[in-house]
């Protein structure tokens, strides 16, 4: 296959081609001594390809050993494995530390962009200045379109560490897009990526440093979204969360039939991840769930970082690998559309492609804990809120309406995410008139419309839980739910019960919501990790993801988000690498057919 790379990337090429498969085999690579001579010289003059990095490794190890930190085994193969791949995925189960061991992979002097989720935003500027002591903390920048400070820290006395617009030793806020420069870090959310600033500052290819390195943090936020289109580049009628941008977006392609979009914040990350290898970068992929709803999404991921034809070589490849049988189907006389709800991969073929550039471990195979319990706690609601779950008239044929797709049906993959995104403010008929507004058609209005009624009809049970199993024996407790209501209901029974107990000194509730700001999530975490609240309430889209919060063993899900892997991971915030006892997870299931 054709590949067109940097000429900085050629020597590792050659270096990745020549080594022998699994079956002894290797490809025998012939390059002319002169030719050899020149691409050593040019990759011992790139910053981060001419270091050891075992020695490097191997000097952190010490560093941290000796301050009772010691890095571990699995953290130090996945270090070494994204500093020798330059573009990679590094894939690791929820909870085994992908983030420490992207900063200890880093360059001392390399320029570095992280785009992650807000939330996590304040504890990757914490995790760099903890695991890389030799980057300076003052060339780290923080994204924040506002302007405002940021709380980074908390000093003895209680009281916060602020860093804002001045430069500081500890870093500095900035209004704007930054392209970092040697040594230099910009810290910045998916979120942010549509501001309009921005849209113009990361086209400014002149300004990008060479050899930057790029970082995407819970890279699943920005997989995108196949579609389908004519020839002419019109899209069809399927819109993703933030509108199609087919017709205007230069990096999509027509692959097999299928013209490759995404949200428009997926489009501008691919920009981005396009100038940095364009000037000899790297892009590391970080996320645990690399594969959630649909066959296509890996190749979408892979492509975030330019390694889909490195790890695939091609489209039909990929088809053929990952579904063998797989078939197209037309739409309307649109070009044909490949349907990825059910694939049988090829994994004699596929598992070796993927090493090329992937590497995942899983949590029973590294750590010490014991796997997840599971417990379900039926419960009875009022009959008013039953007969208005039945007055809904939801039928089988409802049901099967939606099944496939993720759960959406008729509706797109990126449309049901926006919908789970606003039902998490919405009460039950705003979800239904938006849902049905956006092409989620009657069916997936109905269902949407039940599961917020559902919701808000567990609180009475919800709080007698909380109070008898969790706040009577001082045990903290995560409360997750994809509907703000609950939990909103929740923190503020609960300060009502610490009244009336007498407890002035009483523990309070924190709560991570959509609307809640950076620096808010962070003092809930960071107060919820010191042992100071009894319980911390989170949406599941707000805070299930990249969130540590060992300090409970409990997690109770109201309700669960429409997407599995969403699920997933915001179990996982209490089942990760720090984490002692055993991890329970607790559904409250009303006594409705709906709801099971």
């Known amino acids: 296959h054709p590949y067109t790379l940097p000429i900085g990337r050629i020597a590792d090429f050659i270096k990745d081609m020549s080594k022998p498969d699994e079956e002894g085999g290797s490809l025998a690579v012939v390059v002319p001594p002169e030719i050899e001579e020149q691409l050593d010289e040019i990759a011992t003059s790139m910053p981060g390809q001419s270091r050891d990095i075992t020695q490097q490794l191997g000097n952190m190890q010490s560093f941290f050993t000796a301050r009772k930190e010691p890095l571990q085994p699995w953290q130090l193969d996945g270090a070494r494995f994204l500093a020798e791949k330059c573009n990679a995925l590094l894939a690791d189960e929820q909870g085994l530390g992908k983030t420490i061991e992207a900063a200890v992979a880093l360059d001392v002097t390399s320029p570095v962009i992280i785009v992650c989720p807000t939330v996590v935003m304040i504890n990757w500027y914490r995790e760099l200045v903890k695991w890389r002591p030799d980057r300076d903390p003052s060339k780290i920048f923080i994204h924040n379109p506002t302007g405002k400070k940021i709380a980074i820290d908390h000093a003895e006395d209680g009281s916060s560490i602020y860093i804002d617009q001045e430069k500081s030793p500890l870093g500095q806020v900035t209004k704007k897009w930054h392209w970092p420069k040697e040594g230099e870090t910009f810290i910045t959310a998916y979120s942010r990526l549509m501001k309009d600033p921005v ?51 230069p990096t999509a392609s027509m692959v097999g039939g299928v013209k490759v979009a995404g949200t428009k914040s997926s489009y501008r990350f691919q920009v981005i991840s396009d100038m940095v290898r364009y000037k000899g970068g790297c892009v590391w992929i970080l996320t645990g769930t690399p594969l959630s709803n649909e066959g296509d999404e890996l190749w979408r991921i892979f ?80 009959p008013d809120d039953l007969q208005r779950v039945d007055e809904i008239g939801i039928t089988e044929e409802d049901f099967q309406a939606i099944q496939g797709r993720g759960g959406g049906g008729g509706i797109s993959d990126a449309m049901l995410e926006k919908i789970a995104e606003r039902q998490q403010e919405f009460d039950e008929d705003d979800i239904a008139l938006f849902a049905e507004s956006q092409g ?110 060992t300090k409970s063993a409990n997690s109770v899900f109201v309700d669960r988000d429409w997407n599995p892997a969403n699920n997933q991971q915001a179990e996982d915030r209490i089942h990760r690498m720090g984490q002692k006892r055993q991890a329970v997870i607790t559904f409250i299931r009303a006594n409705h057919h709906i709801d099971y």
């Open 440 to 549: 989620g058609g009657v069916a997936f209005a109905k269902i949407a419309k039940a599961r917020a009624i559902l919701a808000r009809a567990k609180i009475p049970a919800l709080n007698r839980f909380i109070s008898e199993q969790f706040e009577a024996k001082n045990e903290p407790v995560v409360v997750f739910s994809s509907h703000n209501a609950p939990l909103e209901a929740l923190v503020m029974d609960a300060q009502i019960r610490a009244r009336q107990r007498g407890e002035k000194q009483a523990k309070k509730w924190g709560i991570i919501l959509g609307s809640t700001s950076m620096a808010q999530r962070q003092r809930a975490v960071d107060a919820f990790q010191a042992g100071q609240l009894d319980g911390l309430a989170v949406s599941i889209r707000a805070g299930g993801a990249g969130l540590t919060l």
């Open 199 to 249: 849209k113009s500052e990361i086209k400014k290819r002149g300004l990008v440093t060479p050899h930057t390195i790029l970082i995407a943090d819970e890279a699943q936020k920005v997989k995108g979204k196949f579609k389908t289109a004519r020839a002419s580049g019109e899209a069809d009628d399927e819109q993703d969360e933030e509108g199609s941008e087919l017709a205007d977006d």
């Open 303 to 382: 492509s975030r970082g330019g390694m889909e034809h490195d790890v695939f070589g091609d489209w039909g490849n990929f088809v053929r690998w990952m579904s063998p049988e797989q078939g197209k189907r037309g739409r309307g006389g649109k070009a044909a559309k490949y349907d990825w709800k059910e694939t049988h991969p090829n994994t004699h073929a596929l598992v070796p492609a993927l090493r090329k550039k992937m590497l995942r471990r899983e949590k029973i195979d590294q750590l010490d804990i014991p796997p997840k319990q599971y417990v379900t706690i039926d419960v009875e609601i009022s």
